[in-house]
């Protein structure tokens, strides 16, 4: 969302932590809303700081926050007066005593930044709250062992759906996105160090988690792994099947792929 903001007005305070502010964009009225986050005891090390500005009331720091597309969380220092807008892909680092900070995050809904071909972490949030990041590559085309040597090389893994909810909003979301619209990703599973590469319940991901096969809300239309080989199989979305999980061979190489990690 490279969008003007024009905040309009603040709503008010729903709960104790949860406000909204409600801002205009582009003609039509979205809210931003923040829910208080616990803070950790003792000394905090805040990195991705991409401003660090003179506030006196917590209002006006989420004002900030909202007015500020890359602002994805903040920090409100009141001994200091001090507001910290973030972006996780900043490298600044702020060092503070987490008893003088109250931390608030962007929750409104489904959010997703569209990650940018060999950009930097795209910031993502699900239906659940839980939240992600993601980076695209689509200029190289890789198999899909080469995406998880990559992947794992700057601290994450390809794309991983194990649930409906992940699902739905790759589905929904991510694939809308320019640059993964019309492609066909590696996704975190694959059968290789299985026994029975017939079976149909061998798939797992990187960090050995099962990946779901007996079901119909992850794979296309055969309703799991359909090649049956004797042969490893890896999977893949593929726009052609409305990207949902195909089987295919690992040996593919002129695959795209979507690095993960999930922000914590
Ligand atoms: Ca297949």
């Known amino acids: 969302m490279n969008v003007m903001h024009y905040c309009a007005s603040v709503i008010g305070l729903y709960f104790v932590l949860l406000f909204a502010i409600t801002c205009h964009?582009?003609?039509g009225q979205v809210s931003k809303q923040f829910k208080k986050q616990e803070t950790p005891e003792g000394a905090l090390q805040l990195t991705g700081y991409i401003k660090r500005q003179p506030v006196t009331r917590l209002k006006q720091c989420a004002g900030q926050c909202t007015h500020d597309d890359a602002c994805f969380d903040f920090y409100y220092i009141s001994e200091e007066n001090i507001c910290l807008l973030r972006d996780?892909?900043?490298?600044?680092?702020y060092s503070i005593q987490a008893s003088q900070a109250v931390h608030y995050e962007h929750i409104t809904g489904v959010y997703l930044e569209c990650p940018v071909n060999n950009g930097?972490?795209?910031?993502a949030r699900l239906q659940d709250g839980a939240l992600y990041l993601f980076r695209l590559f689509t200029?190289?085309?890789?198999?899909?062992?080469?995406?998880?040597?990559?992947?794992?090389?700057?601290?994450?893994?390809?794309?991983?759906?194990?649930?409906?909810?992940?699902?739905?909003?790759?589905?929904?979301?991510?694939?809308?996105?320019?640059?993964v619209s019309g492609q066909n990703f590696w996704v975190d599973g694959t059968n290789a160090e299985a026994a029975n590469y017939s079976a149909s319940d061998t798939y797992t991901t990187t960090e050995n988690q099962i990946v779901p096969v007996n079901t119909n809300v992850l794979w296309g239309s055969s309703k799991g792994p359909?090649?049956?080989?004797?042969?490893p199989r890896?999977?893949?979305?593929?726009?052609?099947?409305?990207?949902?999980f195909d089987d295919v061979p690992c040996t593919?190489?002129?695959?795209?792929?979507?690095?993960?990690?999930?922000?914590?």
């Open 226 to 231: 359909n090649d049956n080989a004797n042969e």
């Open 88 to 93: 996780v892909n900043e490298q600044n680092v």
């Open 139 to 179: 200029s190289t085309a890789v198999s899909q062992a080469q995406a998880v040597e990559y992947c794992q090389s700057i601290g994450s893994y390809p794309l991983r759906i194990l649930t409906a909810e992940k699902m739905d909003f790759v589905q929904n979301n991510l694939t809308h996105c320019l640059g």
């Open 120 to 123: 930097g972490w795209a910031k």
């Open 252 to 264: 593919f190489s002129g695959v795209k792929y979507i690095c993960e990690k999930q922000l914590v």
């Open 25 to 27: 964009v582009s003609g």
């Open 234 to 244: 890896c999977i893949w979305i593929a726009n052609r099947f409305s990207y949902y």
